[in-house]
């Protein structure tokens, strides 16, 4: 069984910065690809950041191009968001996903262990 635990969430002003984190534990595996997804209140879940399991590519949603960075420290076993410029429509429950493979997807169907969420406030 793979868990997933992401923290760094809080409230933050606009055009702050946060970093959320991701870490794994449980099952080990040899590849991998991470993605991050997010959730406003009353919306559906959406696609924030992916990445391979060697640290490229990495894919971002056109929404946070340019503000947000994927990352990785696979001796940690951890993804990180780094989030800057934050905007008040970026704020979200955010979840970090895991899939068993090496290429990244943005499609969250394709993730197979998610972890429970970690909410993000951007005030204005």
């Known amino acids: 069984q793979v868990r997933l635990v992401e923290s760094g969430g809080g409230l933050v002003q606009a055009g702050g910065s946060l970093r959320l984190s991701c870490t794994a534990s449980g099952r080990t595996f040899s590849r991998y690809a991470m993605g991050w997804f997010r959730q406003a209140s009353g919306k559906e879940r959406e696609f924030v950041a992916a990445?391979?399991?060697?640290?490229?590519?990495?894919y971002y949603a056109d929404s946070v191009k340019g503000r947000f960075t994927i990352s990785r420290d696979n001796a940690k076993n951890t993804v990180y968001l780094q989030m800057s410029s934050l905007k008040p429509e970026d704020t979200a429950v955010y979840f970090c996903?895991?899939?068993?493979?090496?290429?990244?997807?943005?499609?969250?169907?394709?993730?197979?262990?998610w972890g429970q969420g970690t909410q993000v406030t951007v005030s204005s």
């Open positions: 990445i391979s399991w060697s640290g490229g590519p990495t």
């Open positions: 996903a895991v899939a068993d493979r090496v290429i990244p997807t943005t499609f969250g169907s394709e993730y197979e262990y």
